[in-house]
């Protein structure tokens, strides 16, 4: 059986040579396929671009949709240039299998960092310029007149001299057959008329209606239920199985042995539940079975202590500095694991047959997932066949490593039937690939004026890039281990080093909404505020003074502090906190108003200030803003994953709190915009929530938070 290093690795070199291969023949939007016979049928008229002849426009999408309106968004982005009637436009998945097939025309088909609009606004754009052009040049070569003397607006062609018109769909199938043209232009911001305006997700009616299928609900003929009981020690496995346990046990129809973990595929998803939980297995720990928080934080800490690690960013003579400096402060800090929790817990539905494989699955990489599919599968790529479902929720935990989908696969081989695999809500939280457990050494020496003149940090964790791809060496430096503190730096200090450590433990990994920014803002921004009350200055206007050089956090900042009045008094008994990010390309600066009642936090309203560039729905990016506070107070306040004897102690929502209605904040979202780029949306804001939150908590209690989650402090008075 292949090892989970070396399906993890194929996976990541799969999907990224489709990456490579496709930016270009994406990026030209190159003339794909014949159109269909017949002018009855919509047609191709590039790869993105399918026309119907009543004037629906089909737009293809390449990334994911998990509720972050992504498919609204990037069909946006075409139908700007296009010049199409947005009221008949429609969306669907890109294939994952005609794109190998297809050389890899439509290019990514991951989700992930924030970078879905980020990555595809150009190509995207130019798919829509350059079919706009094919149906403008097919209605010209029609009426035999130039050209330049027609323009496409709502899906209408206008020959503007004589006032002739035809629509998209009349024109389409002659369009298609036209070269596309190697150069367009493409329309300035200030001429766009979709783009920056408020629409609402073309996918909100079929929601509202329950139309949508997510992978939870496929239901297909003869279609048999899997369900999953892993090892609970992490990187255990079966040692013995008695399948006759259960054998009596009614529907079900198999029991099915894989390296981690046993599962039991009957006529009913509930009936096999019932019967994996009595399954008697005995379990090989592998020599984990003592493995606890307390164990990993002691092991992370010797790396704060220990040695230099890796350099990811060294600036001037900071020892030098901190020698010289009028004043020297320092503080450590923690972070726990964190799971995910998407709503939508694992799941992959897979039907083997001899001439192929074909996965409903709700993956953020399809790619990968067609991947993964192939090798549990043992056949070729082209041999699957993947459908793209939407996603309950992503946040990261279906992109690189998809195991559902290859146990899935494994479960099928075994019957012959389709078989929907779903991991219950105690296997979803106690084997989830967690964000990495973490610490900082934050040490600053400051001036006379109370300014810093050198910063030193100090990393210590495991990598889940070093898990993906172990053997790396010494010599890689891993920067999404330290992105958020090795970038160039916001803040105006001379001297300047990031080193870390890497700790690898058992504890399986993955990437979690805003990456390692979460981790590493956190210690970042409540450290600038630990300087500022050390300078005697206001926290605000400290980091104003160190912005002067960066003029994009300091308008982010001032937009955040300036919306919460933050020099105007609040209620009796609120107090405020603010905290800055740069994360995915985007700048952020939040001000969370609180109060702190018998111990107990309430968050009142958070003030999220976002430039992100180019905007492409106003409305996205307001909803992204709120739920990405939703997600990070959620972890702030509750969130923690710990680990006693080699197997997490959180298993359901019991004891992996969400944030419940009654305790969501107001949330007031300020787009900073006319900067020319294109960030991320779905993750920056929750990168500054955390900081913001606990500075707030400082002014309220007077108490320093240095790990998390909150829930873990006691901030009665005099405690």
């Known amino acids: 059986m292949m090892s989970r290093s070396s399906l993890d690795r194929r996976s990541f070199v799969v999907g990224a040579s489709i990456v490579g291969g496709a930016l270009t023949l994406g990026f030209a939007a190159a003339k794909c396929g014949e159109p269909a016979d017949g002018r009855a049928d919509p047609v191709e008229v590039n790869c993105w671009v399918v026309i119907a002849p009543d004037d629906t426009v089909t737009i293809r999408v390449a990334r994911a949709e998990m509720g ?63 079919a706009r052009e094919m149906l403008i040049a097919a209605a010209a070569k029609h009426w035999n007149v130039p050209a330049v003397e027609c323009s496409a607006r709502s899906s209408i062609i206008v020959h503007r001299p004589s006032g002739r018109n035809v629509s998209f769909g009349a024109v389409a199938a002659d369009a298609a057959r036209i070269e596309p043209p190697s150069a367009v232009r493409l329309k300035p911001p200030a001429q766009w008329t979709l783009l920056g305006t408020p629409q609402n997700r073309l996918d909100v009616r079929d929601k509202i209606t329950g139309h949508p299928v997510y992978a939870i609900d496929v239901r297909l003929p003869g279609m048999l239920y899997a369900a999953i009981r892993h090892c609970p020690v992490f990187g255990g496995t079966p040692k013995s199985v008695d399948d006759s346990s259960i054998e009596a046990l009614p529907g079900v129809r198999r029991v099915v042995h894989l390296e981690h973990a046993v599962a039991v595929v009957a006529d009913s998803w509930w009936r096999a539940n019932k019967a994996v939980q009595a399954l008697r297995v005995t379990w090989d720990d592998k020599g984990h079975g003592s493995l606890s928080t307390t164990s990993i934080g002691e092991f992370v800490r010797g790396g704060l202590d220990g040695p230099p690690g890796q350099v990811g960013r060294a600036d001037g003579d900071v ?7 009028v004043r020297r402060i320092e503080a450590d800090y923690v972070v726990p694991f964190l799971a995910h929790a998407t709503m939508e817990p694992q799941t992959c539905t897979a039907q083997v047959r001899r001439d192929g494989v074909e996965i409903w699955a709700p993956t953020q990489d399809a790619s990968t997932a067609l991947a993964t599919a192939a090798i549990a599968a043992g056949v070729s790529d082209d041999k699957i066949k993947v459908n793209r479902m939407l996603l309950g929720g992503g946040f990261g935990r279906r992109g690189t490593i998809q195991e559902f989908v290859r146990q899935a696969v494994l479960i099928a081989r075994e019957v012959d039937a389709p078989v929907k695999l779903v991991w219950s809500r105690e296997e979803d939280v106690a084997h989830d690939l967690y964000r990495p457990f973490g610490m900082a050494r934050m040490i600053a020496g400051l001036d006379a004026a109370g300014l810093p003149v050198a910063w030193s940090v100090r990393l210590a964790g495991p990598s889940f890039v070093a898990e993906i791809l172990p053997g790396l060496g010494t010599s890689f430096v891993d920067r999404s281990f330290i992105s958020g503190l090795a970038e160039e730096l916001a803040y105006d200090v001379p001297n300047y080093r990031v080193d870390y450590v890497v700790r690898e433990t058992a504890v399986p990994l993955g990437v979690w909404r805003g990456i390692n920014y979460t981790q590493n803002v956190f210690y970042k921004e409540c450290f600038v505020d630990e300087m500022a009350h050390a300078a005697g200055i206001d926290p605000y206007r ?35 906190g603010i905290a800055l990010s740069e994360a995915c390309g985007s700048f952020c600066a ?18 999220a200030a976002l430039d992100c560039g180019h905007v492409v729905n106003p409305l996205t990016i307001a909803l992204q803003t709120e739920g990405s506070i939703v997600y990070a107070l959620t972890a702030a306040l509750y969130g923690e994953i710990t680990i006693k004897s080699g197997a997490a102690e959180q298993s359901n929502f019991n004891d992996y709190r969400m944030l419940h209605l009654a305790d969501m904040p107001e949330v007031d979202t300020v787009i900073v915009s006319g900067n020319d780029f294109w960030g991320g949306v779905g993750e920056p804001p929750v990168t500054p929530l955390a900081p913001a939150l606990c500075n707030a908590v400082f002014a309220a209690t007077g108490k320093r938070i240095r790990s998390l989650p909150l829930k873990n402090h006691d901030l009665r008075p005099g405690i």
């Not at 992504?70 to 969306?91: F, H, I, N, P, Y």
């Not at 005609?98 to 439509?106: E, K, T």
């Not at 020892?319 to 400096?325: C, H």
């Open 542 to 576: 400290f980091r104003r003074r160190l912005l002067r050089n960066s003029p994009k956090h300091l308008a982010v900042l001032d937009a955040a502090a300036t919306k919460a009045g933050w020099d105007t008094p609040l209620p009796r008994g609120v107090f405020r």
């Open 319 to 325: 020892d030098a500095a901190l020698k010289s400096a």
């Open 68 to 130: 972050q309106g992504a498919m609204t968004a990037l069909a946006m982005l075409v139908a700007e240039e296009l010049e199409c009637d947005w009221s008949k436009v429609r969306t669907e998945f890109v294939s994952p299998r005609q794109n190998l097939r297809r050389a890899g025309v439509w290019g990514d088909l991951s989700t992930g960092a924030s970078r879905s609009i980020s990555a595809s606004q150009d190509y995207l754009r130019r798919a829509g310029a350059t």
């Open 590 to 607: 939040q001000v969370a108003e609180i109060s702190v009642i018998d111990g107990r936090v309430r968050v009142h309203r958070v003030v």
